[in-house]
């Protein structure tokens, strides 16, 4: 069936601010929604109150509205626009759970429009825990021994007839929040009235535990004439009972037998085409029984999901963008396969390589945050990484993490108390994967892992071997490695880093050169959806040791960007919006542009997005070697965060060109030292500061500066062990974990400017001239991070003399740093005092605000001077705000509530949202100084 020709113009639904399990993966299948819908001619429209994304961007849709994701919001709009159909799949449970309250209010039937890619009686039976166990029961799909439970007695009454242990699942809540095992009867009314709290109905599931068995994933397409396909199948390698945005995952399922798998994949088939008549996406798990393989249904999601983006980066099948055009009443056998451009989009991909992923978690922010991982998702982002072999994709994973790991192991970071080995293997974190490595090294044998960890035999011969290598590399000195085991050790994901250090007296480049020398060079493999059977189109790559290099470099004039990794609080989908405005910036500008990075949920890593895509880690190995390839003019590090910046130092070494502000001012800026001379050269006010390397030093220098005092190290992203205190003993527990965390740092120690205000500005200079892009005065005090706190665009209170030193100050530091491209400046300010706090070479959180708030393509614009080929003077720039911009913070500390929730000087916030108002009269404006015990001086 064509495409519904009455369906002219579709509102598709974002999924808000970024929060812990629900995070950029849906700004990328909007993103890829709203572009393949505009393919077809229809007017797209968007809501979203996330003012980080590619999605909310106007090179996305034909209209962006930035407002609040309430059902007063989309009413405005319908009253706006003409919509004929709303697209709800796309935003995660924010977007689905809004398209259900608009339509129990009678809004889509009020204004006309009619709901695409799934029907909310199919959400009604996926949702509602007791509906979804009566529909597996009446198809003849397998599901855990359970029971409803919408009070408090019908919960106990259940308890008693399922037994312990025993798994709560609270309705319509995400992430698995409210969820948990209960496994002593003792702790179980806590454990339900926290899950009936958490769902809006009230209502949870208690289900017969199945921990220790094997979980799986499928990702299905589905369209209008009822034709079923499988993308992706999804193993976990950690079992049942942790959540699966919490667990290590592979694509393909490595361990499941062809005769489970066929079973497993019937009955995703019968599952998707009982839940309803829609056209689209849908996530189903398993779990296994290791013992027989049995197989139960543990839920189903009739739309995209994380899995969606691991699995589309995984095969190079697009599924949102697919999923989009079945939703306006394409079939799979109209659509082209988007790779190879001459095959259908009816056809299951086929993997000759292996995915790995990794979650990234940040309980460092969370101090005293319970880490054992469970049913309730806690990591804030994650790391996909392709090879040949499961252990070369684990190994590169690992490489990704930005945990300052050169791999699994093998680095110098290797735990070597057993106890607490076993501890962790027992109880899993974000660290039993190298808990693990470690068991291993210290000769513990695999059958006793397996018993305490419950992960398959396989997995665990896999990590076996990595440390059986590692012993018989030890045998050999750098010179006499013979050949074909050093290939091995590279085929099974070793890093240069990590030979160097089990050999011992050796570095990272001596191991490099040696190998170039013995001819063992990274070759790159080209994804392509179906195992090289057909040509591919899509220059999309990954690296290996085998076999011969696919990735041809052009004669073309080239510019690699490097991208932001993981995400992660400090460092999160701004980066990936940034770098994506400077491909397209690098493109318009006549450059092939190259992108490295190695996360699955960005519009970044979109097949399409770049000219050329690696999917590689940003870790130098992989950087130096793709640079040795392609041969760039240069390489773009500011758009990228803390985690393309810190690779500048490399590129300085080894002499290849950054685009934009050279290494040794960004150095100046990076290091808080260095930085504090620059101001008192340049006679601008700064707090009093010293600089420490030992605790002793720092107590001198606090005692020389005055308490209170604030100490931060130099070189990290989102406020990274920053901490005020006020006496000796507090100081000196700080320098010592600082130190301990990040060992080599030097440590600046400020006096603390207590009860001052706090503002910011963002802006770019081309080397003659100086925008301000913006200037933003903080709701919160100095000492609350810029992240956390709440901004307002353009400055409500500040003095026009304060905001005349903000700028003159900008101004002298940006010429100071001969900055080319962008610069963020903190300020706090005190008795119209203004003292320069920091500043950031680089692209920060702000810029993609200020961006949206003003209406202006501020990173396109940046990269361009970057590159050189444009000035500020060669930019019509027209800012369109009325009124003011505020940028809201949003938190998941729901996810741990046995934390403080007290903020400080080190970030702790997921997200953020954009709230537009045309005056400081706007009630919300009002209350939010009321909240913050704050006054408004006019």
């Known amino acids: 069936m064509p495409k519904n020709n009455s369906i002219k113009s579709v509102l598709i639904i974002g999924s808000g601010p970024i929060i812990i399990g629900q995070a950029c993966e ?9 572009l393949s819908l505009k393919d077809e001619g229809i007017e797209v429209s968007i809501i979203n109150s996330n003012p980080a994304t590619i999605m909310t961007d106007k090179v996305i849709a034909d209209h962006v509205y930035l407002l609040p994701l309430t059902v007063a919001s989309i009413e405005e709009i319908l009253k706006e626009r003409k919509i004929d159909a709303v697209l ?18 009678g809004i889509w039937e009020k204004y006309g429009v009619q709901i695409i890619g799934v029907d909310t009686a199919a959400i009604e039976k996926t949702e509602n825990r007791e509906a979804f166990r009566q529909l597996m029961v009446d198809i003849g799909i397998g599901v855990a021994k359970s029971k409803i439970a919408n009070s408090f007695l019908e919960g106990k009454e259940a308890a008693q007839q399922i037994g312990f242990p025993l798994v709560i699942r609270p309705s319509y809540t995400l992430g698995g929040y409210g969820g948990g095992f209960v496994h002593k009867k003792e702790d179980f009314d806590a454990a339900l009235s926290h899950g009936l709290q958490a769902s809006p109905t009230h209502e949870v599931l208690i289900e017969q535990a199945v921990i220790g068995w094997k979980e799986y994933e499928l990702e299905l397409l589905r369209d209008n004439k009822d034709n079923v396909i499988i993308i992706c199948s999804i193993e976990n390698f950690d079992p049942m009972g942790i959540h699966t945005g919490d667990s290590i995952t592979v694509a393909p399922a490595m361990t499941l037998s ?13 599952m998707m085409r009982a839940i309803g008549n829609f056209a689209g996406g849908c996530n189903v798990q398993f779990s296994v029984n290791p013992e027989d393989e049995s197989i139960i249904a543990i839920e189903i999601n009739p739309r995209v999901s994380r899995s969606s983006a691991l699995a589309s980066k995984a095969t190079g099948y697009p599924i949102a963008k697919i999923a989009a055009k079945l939703a306006i009443g394409y079939n799979l056998d109209e659509l082209e396969n988007q790779i190879t451009k001459t095959t259908s989009a009816y056809f299951e991909p086929t993997l000759d390589y292996v995915i790995v992923k990794i979650p990234r978690w940040n309980f460092d922010k969370f101090k005293g945050a319970n880490t054992e991982l469970g049913l309730q998702m806690k990591s804030v982002g994650e790391v996909m990484a392709i090879g040949r072999s499961f252990i070369e994709a684990l190994q590169k994973a690992c490489q990704s993490l930005e945990i300052g790991r050169a791999g699994l192991g093998s680095d110098g970071k290797q735990n070597r108390n057993i106890e607490d080995i076993m501890h962790k293997l027992e109880h899993p974190s974000w660290d039993r994967l190298f808990a693990i490595k470690d068991a291993f090294r210290m000769g513990v044998p695999l059958e006793s892992i397996r018993k305490v960890t419950k992960i398959d035999r396989w997995f665990l011969n896999q990590i076996q ?14 010179n006499n490695i013979p050949k ?14 990590q030979i160097a250090w089990i050999l011992g007296n050796v570095t990272e480049d001596e ?31 990954y690296s290996t040791y085998d076999g011969e290099n696919e990735s041809i470099p052009s004669n073309k004039k080239k510019i690699i960007v490097l991208g932001s990794g993981p995400n992660r609080i400090g460092q999160g989908i701004e980066f990936d919006y940034s770098c994506v405005h400077g491909l397209m910036a690098a493109n318009e500008e006549g450059y092939e542009a190259i992108m490295v990075n190695c996360n699955p949920e960005t ?16 870790f130098w190995e992989h950087v130096r070697e793709i640079i040795e390839l392609e041969k760039p003019e240069g390489v773009i590090v500011q758009l990228g965060g803390q985690t393309a910046l810190k690779m500048a130092e490399k590129l300085h070494e080894k002499g290849i060109k950054i685009i934009g502000t050279s290494y040794s001012n960004m150095d100046i800026a990076e290091d808080r030292g260095r930085f504090s001379d620059l101001l008192k050269d340049l006679n601008i006010p700064y707090p009093k500061y010293g600089v420490a390397e030992t605790a002793e030093e720092a107590i001198e220098v606090a005692h020389e500066v005055g308490y209170p005092v604030l100490v931060r190290p130099s070189y990290v992203l989102g406020g990274q062990g920053m901490s005020i205190v006020i006496n000796d003993e507090d100081l000196e527990k700080a320098v010592v974990k600082l130190l301990g965390d990040l060992p080599g740092n030097r440590v600046l120690i400020d006096h603390f400017l207590d009860r001052a205000e706090e503002a910011e500005s963002d802006a770019i200079f081309d080397g003659d001239d100086v925008h301000i892009i913006g200037l933003m005065e903080h709701i919160e005090p100095a000492g609350i991070h810029s992240g956390d706190s709440f901004a307002v665009l353009p400055p409500f209170n500040l003095s026009a003399n304060v905001i005349a030193k903000m700028e003159e100050y900008t101004d002298k530091i940006a010429r100071a740093l001969n900055i080319r491209g962008l610069m963020n400046m903190q300020f706090a300010v005190k008795n119209e005092d203004v003292y320069v706090i920091e500043a950031n070479p680089r692209a920060s959180r702000t810029v993609p605000f200020i961006a949206k708030a003003y209406d202006v393509p501020y990173i396109n614009i940046a990269t361009k001077i970057m590159l050189g080929t444009k000035k500020l003077k060669d930019f019509k720039i027209e800012r369109k705000l009325e009124g003011y911009a505020i940028k809201e913070p949003v938190f998941s500390h729901h996810k741990f509530p046995e934390i403080q929730k007290e903020l400080g000087p080190e970030m702790k916030s997921t997200g953020e949202s954009i709230r537009f108002i045309k005056d400081l009269e706007d009630p919300y404006f009002i209350q939010l100084y009321k909240e913050k015990s704050m006054y408004l001086s006019k």
């Open 26 to 34: 849906f700004d990328y299948a909007g993103s890829q929604a709203a």
């Open 88 to 105: 709800p799949t796309m935003g995660g449970q924010t977007a689905l759970n809004l398209a259900i309250e608009a339509e129990e209010r």
């Open 258 to 270: 062809d005769r489970c798998y066929q079973d497993m994949r019937n009955q995703a088939i019968k």
């Open 465 to 478: 071997e990595l440390a059986t290598l590692e012993q018989e590399l030890k045998r050999y000195s750098l």
């Open 484 to 497: 074909d085991f050093f290939i091995n050790m590279k085929q099974k994901g070793f890093s240069d880093i």
């Open 511 to 541: 191991v490099y050169d040696r190998r170039k020398e013995l001819g063992i060079n990274r070759v790159y493999k080209m994804v392509d959806t179906c195992a090289a059977e057909f040509p591919a189109k899509t220059p999309y790559f």
């Open 603 to 618: 519009v970044s890593t979109d097949f399409n997005m770049a000219d050329k895509l690696y999917f590689e880690p940003v």
